[in-house]
């Protein structure tokens, strides 16, 4: 078990460009959950996979965002036209759905720089 | 909706000094907590939690005892030491059969000093 892990772990970006971002969570979790976790905040939720069906998308989720799972096991966040407001922290977690016992683990982040 | 409240930060400590982190929250039903810890640069680490009313989590000498009575999960440590110094976040899981997504605080930095 090598844990969660994201690539990559830092993007200096243009605005205007699109990035994308992948996390491979640990085997046999079905469910992953993306984050975004700016200075000085806590992690705010922003979308998450049972397998490879996307579940629940926050508000946050603007249309530029887009993210799969396609074979329910590693994901890809995609962020087109990317703004200033989009440097951040990203998030990658990973569960083992089994009710009130769930527990989610994080990865390292990769965090966005958009110039 | 749910939400989590922190006490705000930084706390200062010199080593080996009693560590009390205030969280409160709010949420319908019974949902499971959980307080985790980022060290500088690094992702978020789960450092314990409890999943129902009186239930305590411990881990590395730091504790934390659900208290559905007061809605609070207030971490503690009898002893601090200087690799203590991160931030650390409470944070809240919705009762089973609701949302599986995590609520979180905005974190309160411990620094920890000689």
């Known amino acids: 078990d090598t844990g969660v892990s994201q690539d990559p772990r830092h993007k200096i970006t243009k605005r205007g460009q699109n990035v994308t971002f992948r996390c491979d969570p640990i085997s046999e979790h079905n469910r992953l959950y993306w984050y975004r976790q700016t200075l000085g905040q806590g992690p705010e939720f922003l979308t998450y996979?049972?397998?490879?069906?996307?579940?629940?998308k926050s508000r946050l989720l603007s249309d530029r965002f887009s993210a799969e799972r396609p074979k329910g096991s590693f994901s890809t966040l995609e962020i087109q036209r990317t703004e200033q407001g989009d440097s951040a922290m990203y998030l990658c977690?990973?569960?083992?759905?089994?009710?009130?016992?769930?527990?989610?683990?994080f990865g390292p982040g990769t965090r966005l720089l958009v110039l | 909706g749910n939400s989590v409240t922190q006490m705000e930060g930084p706390v200062t400590l010199s080593e080996e000094a009693f560590l009390t982190i205030n969280c409160t929250y709010t949420?319908?039903?019974?949902?499971?907590l959980f307080w985790y810890v980022q060290y500088p640069g690094e992702g978020l680490q789960l450092l314990l939690k409890a999943t129902k009313a009186d239930d305590k989590g411990s881990n590395k000498g730091f504790e934390a005892t659900y208290r559905k009575e007061t809605t609070s999960f207030h971490l503690e440590k009898g002893s601090v030491q200087v690799s203590d110094s991160a931030v650390y976040f409470c944070a809240l899981r919705g009762a089973a059969g609701t949302a599986s997504k995590l609520t979180f605080g905005t974190g309160t930095r411990l620094q920890v000093t000689l």
């Open positions: 949420a319908t039903g019974y949902p499971s």
């Open positions: 977690a990973s569960s083992l759905a089994k009710g009130a016992r769930e527990t989610q683990y």
């Open positions: 996979f049972q397998n490879e069906a996307q579940l629940e």
